[in-house]
T-cell receptor, first 113, second 111 residues
Framework: KAGVTQTPRYLIKTRGQQVTLSCSPI?????VSWYQQTPGQGLQFLFEYFSETQRNKGNFPGRFSGRQFSNSRSEMNVSTLELGDSALYLC????????????FGPGTRLTVL | AQRVTQPEKLLSVFKGAPVELKCNYSYSGSPELFWYVQYSRQRLQLLLR??SRESIKGFTADLNKGETSFHLKKPFAQEEDSAMYYCALAGSGGSNYKLTFGKGTLLTVNP
């Protein structure tokens, strides 16, 4: 099976802009989770989607949002970008909701100037 | 609140030496504990989970609820074990279930 794919792999934006990241899970996986990874804070959970519904959410401001489509693909949106949003954004899929075994994608490196 | 602490950012050992990567957690219920690994230029991947009680690539980890620890051990380190290791905790059941990661330990195994 093909692994989790994320597009784009690299992105440069300026403060105030918005950005949309995309994630395609492993075929048959219906859960998609998003994480933010920074040198200072490490890996932090953003949210999890299952069957097009957000099932859980981390402690991030409302500027961070997501959605999941009927084919399980997911998008994450960040509005009004801030310098501190520069990070590696990882997507992970799982065959079940609330599943501890997550299969990670390669990440999208977002740089906010 | 759930928290995972990996006290060592860096750990360096020689090939053939034993290795122990420490992980302590804070959680009021019954947690699920995991170790994830990221080799150079590869994706983050699951190494092992405490409920399976498996030995993967020679690594084992025992959940010690009294000491709230889940240390990862290998008796004889190999150069290919050099990687970033993350301990992770998931709370038990329900909509609060989420993976909380430690900040990671970079293991270097020297020849």
């Amino acid at each position: 099976k093909a692994g989790v794919t994320q597009t784009p792999r690299y992105l440069i934006k300026t403060r105030g802009q918005q950005v949309t990241l995309s994630c395609s899970p492993i075929s048959g996986h219906r859960s998609v989770s998003w994480y933010q990874q920074t040198p200072g804070q490490g890996l932090q959970f953003l949210f999890e989607y299952f069957s097009e519904t957000q099932r859980n959410k981390g402690n991030f401001p409302g500027r961070f949002s997501g959605r999941q489509f009927s084919n399980s693909r997911s998008e994450m949106n960040v509005s009004t970008l801030e310098l501190g949003d520069s990070a590696l954004y990882l997507c992970a899929s799982s065959p079940v909701v609330f599943g501890g075994e997550q299969f990670f994608g390669p990440g999208t490196r977002l740089t906010v100037l | 609140a759930q928290r995972v602490t990996q006290p060592e950012k860096l750990l360096s050992v020689f090939k053939g030496a034993p290795v122990e990567l420490k992980c302590n957690y804070s959680y009021s219920g019954s947690p699920e504990l995991f170790w994830y690994v990221q080799y150079s230029r590869q994706r983050l991947q699951l190494l092992l989970r405490h409920i399976s009680r498996e030995s993967i690539k020679g690594f084992t980890a025992d959940l010690n609820k009294g000491e709230t620890s889940f240390h990862l051990k290998k008796p004889f380190a190999q150069e290919e074990d050099s990687a970033m290791y993350y301990c992770a905790l998931a709370g038990s059941g329900g909509s609060n279930y989420k993976l909380t990661f430690g900040k990671g330990t970079l293991l270097t195994v020297n020849p």
